[in-house]
């Protein structure tokens, strides 16, 4: 498995910084990553551009730090939503659907930032996509996890249907495709679910 990119330079969130990472993160999501310069970043922040490049070293570490940004976000709205659900429950990963349908509704509305950075950087190597992929990878794993807690036969394969199931709701969703795409993303895998608790 690839190692994750870490920058050269290890953010120091001074004020600057935090400015910086703000607009970007609003750029990167509304216009894509290839299309912002740093230029356009740093007067956005109102900062210059060595404030920028002191911080983060370069373009792709702080679109690095742009998407750990919204995936940290991500997983602490997915733990919050999660919280008062008991372990080990099919409920628990059914639920998982209800959270992203809630977050998409409230920060996706271009679609999902990480689906978006891996489709303008081609291969695992460069640091961008290799972030991308490692968030859905960690997806995965959640949803394995979950399934092992909650007893379903073969939860490893089913955690590959299920993120099938997600991530075809995300990007239904951010296309406009058809409405509710994970009510019914939700439906089919309650119907995959039900069969394969082990007694």
């Known amino acids: 498995m690839r190692k994750e990119f870490e920058p050269e330079v290890a953010p120091v969130m001074t ?10 993160t609003d750029l990167f999501y509304r216009e894509g990553i290839h299309a912002v310069g740093v230029d356009a970043i740093a007067a956005a922040a109102g ?13 792709d570490a702080l679109a690095v730090a742009y998407l750990r940004g919204r995936d940290e976000r991500w997983r602490a709205y997915l733990d919050k939503g999660l919280e008062k659900l008991p372990a080990g429950t099919i409920e628990r990963v059914l639920a998982v659907f209800d959270i992203t349908d809630a977050w998409a509704r409230e920060n996706l509305s271009k679609g999902c930032g990480a689906i978006n950075a891996r489709a303008e950087f081609e291969g695992m190597g460069h640091p961008i996509a290799g972030e991308a992929i490692r968030q859905k990878k960690w997806m995965r794993e959640f ?7 909650a007893g379903v036969a073969d939860a490893e394969a089913m955690a590959d249907t299920l993120m099938l199931l997600h991530e075809g709701g995300l990007v239904t969703g951010g296309m406009g495709t058809f409405e509710k795409p994970f009510a019914v993303a939700r439906a089919a895998a309650e119907r995959l679910l039900q069969p394969r608790i082990k007694a």
């Open 143 to 149: 949803f394995a996890d979950l399934c092992r807690e």
């Open 47 to 59: 900062v210059t551009k060595k404030t920028l490049y002191d911080r983060f070293g370069s373009k």
């Open 15 to 24: 004020s600057g910084a935090t400015k910086v990472l703000a607009a970007a």
